[in-house]
């Protein structure tokens, strides 16, 4: 049985950090909302959607928590997100997420319908050095961010 064929309910979870230069919160949301929203019409999945703006070093984001609570319940056969970075970059609560999918068999679903069951050894190794990545360039952009204020205050 292919992996959509199992699902029948999705969590999607839309999370926007920052304005990209010339790019709104509301837009760049969305764009992915309805990328989301068109992947879930076409399996004729049903949904609830999570959205909000913040970082996604904060494990404590209210609708990340919502999720994760409904999670729990047994409620969804899948998350549905853009990609892994959207739910979380964080180095600890990357496995926390995906120890959650494992132990209750939900699926993860990106943006390029994607999916992911985290029973699959391949597919767990997969999205453990995706969340392995994500923080390293998360990471990265900070160190680049403290270095350029750095500069700024240092020159004339």
Do not use: C
Not at 51 to 72: A, C, F, H, W
């Amino acid at each position: 049985m292919e992996l959509k064929n199992k699902i029948k309910r999705v969590a999607i979870y839309l999370r926007k950090s920052r304005n990209k230069e010339g790019e709104e919160t509301e837009e760049t949301l969305a764009k992915h909302r309805k990328r989301l929203l068109d992947i879930a019409h076409k399996n004729n999945w049903q949904y609830e959607i999570f959205q909000e703006v913040g970082s996604s070093m904060d494990e404590m984001r209210p609708e990340y928590q919502r999720m994760i609570n409904k999670l729990t319940d047994g409620i969804f056969d899948a998350v549905l997100s853009v990609n892994l970075a959207r739910v979380t970059r964080d180095d600890a609560e990357t496995p926390k997420f995906m120890n959650l999918l494992r132990q209750d068999d939900i699926l993860f679903v990106t943006d390029s319908e994607r999916v992911y069951d985290l029973e699959v050894q391949e597919d767990w190794q997969a999205l453990k050095f995706t969340g392995f990545v994500n923080n390293w360039e998360y990471e990265n952009i900070k160190a680049q961010l403290r270095k350029g204020k750095t500069r700024a205050l240092l020159s004339p």
